[in-house]
């Protein structure tokens, strides 16, 4: 079992930036990747980027890249979401997630609220 908190949303303005925290627990060797997600009320979790744990390779959607940057501390088990520039459009409750294969999130955190306003 792996156990993800993760921590930092909150209200901004539109043009500020937050950074978001995934702490990772538990049998924290069997991952092998870490994404982040969000979710709009009324819409589909949508996949904001990810990740790798060994090479730290990351990949962004386009509706993201360029104002997100995703980071990882190893010694802490914890991936950061850097988020510049953001827009009320981004407004959501974003989730971190893991897995230990490619393309699978086995675990997932509570999610923490991010509101942007204009």
């Known amino acids: 079992q792996v156990q993800l908190v993760e921590s930092g949303g909150g209200l901004v303005q539109a043009g500020g930036s937050l950074r978001l925290s995934c702490a990772a627990s538990?049998?924290?060797?069997?991952?092998?990747?870490m994404g982040w997600f969000r979710q709009a009320p009324g819409k589909e979790r949508e996949f904001v980027g990810r990740?790798?744990?060994?090479?730290?390779?990351?990949y962004y959607p386009d509706s993201v890249k360029g104002r997100f940057t995703i980071s990882r501390d190893n010694a802490k088990n914890t991936v950061y979401l850097q988020m510049n520039s953001l827009k009320p459009e981004d407004t959501a409750v974003y989730y971190c997630?893991?897995?230990?294969?490619?393309?699978?999130?086995?675990?997932w955190g509570q999610g923490t609220q991010v509101t942007v306003s204009s």
């Open positions: 997630a893991t897995g230990s294969t490619p393309g699978a999130w086995d675990y």
């Open positions: 538990g049998r924290t060797f069997r991952m092998y990747v």
């Open positions: 990740i790798t744990w060994s090479r730290g390779d990351t």
